[in-house]
């Protein structure tokens, strides 16, 4: 089995985060080792290809008072929230020629289920809908952790975000993915648990299921000449600037 090197970057800018990410999916399709970067952001809604701004419910302003940033992205599925609390995993990670991207999220899907499943936790997949769901005590369904994709010259970027602490009224000013839906986090289900643990976990199940073998180092930061000359994250800006510009 070929490796998956993890590593744990702590708290990362949301554009500098995507920034490494391109970089180190230059170095996967040059022969270099697939990898899963594990952090957490500061407070940022991204919105997805088929996402809309209209789904944000709360004003630049309000969102501005709360820390928070918006930022057009290109991954798939429309829009979420990161920020402080929630691990962020971006497995980079080369897929071949031919990728099969239902069975790659189906795999991300049941490795948050597997490292949930560790805490006690019974969490699952719900068809049509992509994320991992649980059920709130004596309550209906919630989405604990949300997926969104990228599949660029059979290489994936961006990737998974699972709510462990977060400040879940961060979803309230939002239409989380598009639909009203409950969210949870493992704090809401009565599980304390440190956000390193929880890294190592996931990785542990997700290693497991994409058939790799799990080792942790050390990456390099992002080179300018890295980054491809189209990539999206070029033109990244916070559409709140000009919102809240006074």
Known sequence: MSDLAATRLGRVGYVEGWRL???VATRVR????????????????????????????????????????????????????????????????????????VAYVRALEGAIADALGTYGVAAR???????VWVDLPGGGPAKVAAIGVRVSRGVTTHGVALNVSTDLAA????????????????????????????????????????????????VAPAREEEIPAD?????????LAEATRV
């Open 125 to 131: 997949a719900i068809p049509h809908k992509t994320g």
């Open 30 to 101: 040059g022969g270099g080792v697939d990898r899963l970067l594990l952090l957490e952001h500061d407070p940022v809604y991204t919105i997805g290809r088929r996402g809309s701004a209209a789904n944000l419910t709360a004003s630049p302003s309000e969102l501005r008072a709360h820390g928070a940033a918006v930022y057009r992205v290109d991954r798939g599925g429309d829009i979420t929230y990161h920020g402080p609390g929630q691990l962020v995993g971006y497995p980079v990670v080369g897929l071949g020629e031919a990728p099969d991207l």
């Open 171 to 218: 979803f309230s000013r939002m239409i989380p993915c598009g639909f009203v839906h409950e969210v949870a986090s493992l704090e809401r289900l009565g599980v304390r648990a440190d956000l390193r643990e929880v890294a190592g976990r996931l990785a542990e199940a997700l290693a497991a299921r994409l058939g790799r073998t799990l080792r942790w180092d050390t």
């Open 231 to 239: 990539a999206a994250v070029r033109r990244a800006e916070d559409l």
């Open 21 to 23: 990410q391109e970089a």
